[in-house]
């Protein structure tokens, strides 16, 4: 079974610039949650998706944004972006939710300048 | 508000050594806890799910043990391996008592950097 696959793996922008960040989670699995990585703060949740729904959110701006396909496909949108949005962004996909074991995909290498 | 925190932040131990990662968190009231490693620059590796009714799950070489009452978890690797290294992540998911709205949300600790020298 394919695992769960995030594109695209590195990313260069500019300050001011938006950006998509693609998450396609493993076959059967309908949560999909996305984390930002960080050196100084670690890992921090973004949001958590579940058949289309925002679950959850967690303490960052609005310029943070996503969505979930009915195939489970998410998506996370950053706009406005800032040099502090440098970060490694990590996408978890789990089968129904909290009692299960979080699959991460590879990440997105997202470098601000 | 959750903390999780884990000891020692790096360890280096010869190769064939057994040893001990440590995480405790603040709020007892966990749905379960997951051990995960990281390699540089990747993804998580999931390596073992406690939920909060079990007190240990081991897999291979691995023991993950927890105490929920006092909020603390324990790894242990034995005969380690220079393939072992890599930084050891703890995360724990809130309960049934959290409103609700914290179902699929991690909160990690800052990791424990293992590097197991041959």
């Known amino acids: 079974k394919a695992g769960v696959t995030q594109t695209p793996r590195y990313l260069i922008k500019t300050r001011g610039q938006q950006v998509t960040l693609s998450c396609s989670p493993i076959s059967g699995h309908r949560s999909v949650s996305w984390y930002q990585q960080t050196p100084g703060q670690g890992l921090q949740f973004l949001f958590e998706y579940f058949s289309e729904t925002q679950r959850n959110k967690g303490n960052f701006p609005g310029r943070f944004s996503g969505r979930q396909f009915s195939n489970s496909r998410s998506e996370m949108n950053v706009s406005t972006l800032e040099l502090g949005d440098s970060a490694l962004y990590l996408c978890?996909?789990?089968?129904?939710?909290?009692?299960?074991?979080?699959?991460f995909g590879p990440g997105t290498r997202l470098t601000v300048l | 508000k959750q903390e999780v925190t884990q000891i020692p932040a790096a360890l280096s131990v010869p190769e064939g050594e057994n040893l001990v990662l440590n995480c405790s968190f603040t709020d007892s009231a966990i749905y379960n806890l997951q051990w995960f490693r990281q390699d540089p620059g990747k993804g998580l590796t999931s390596l073992l799910l406690i939920q909060s009714s079990q007190r240990e799950q081991t897999s291979g070489r691995l023991n993950a043990s927890l105490d929920k009452s006092s909020g603390r978890s324990t790894l242990y690797i034995a005969a380690s391996q220079p393939g072992d290294s890599a930084t050891y992540l703890c995360?724990?998911?809130?309960?049934?008592?959290?409103?609700?709205?914290?179902?699929?949300?991690?909160?990690f600790g800052q990791g424990t950097i293992l590097t197991v020298h041959p």
């Open positions: 995360a724990v998911r809130l309960g049934a008592d959290a409103g609700g709205t914290s179902y699929g949300k991690l909160t």
């Open positions: 978890a996909s789990s089968r129904l939710g909290r009692a299960d074991t979080q699959y």
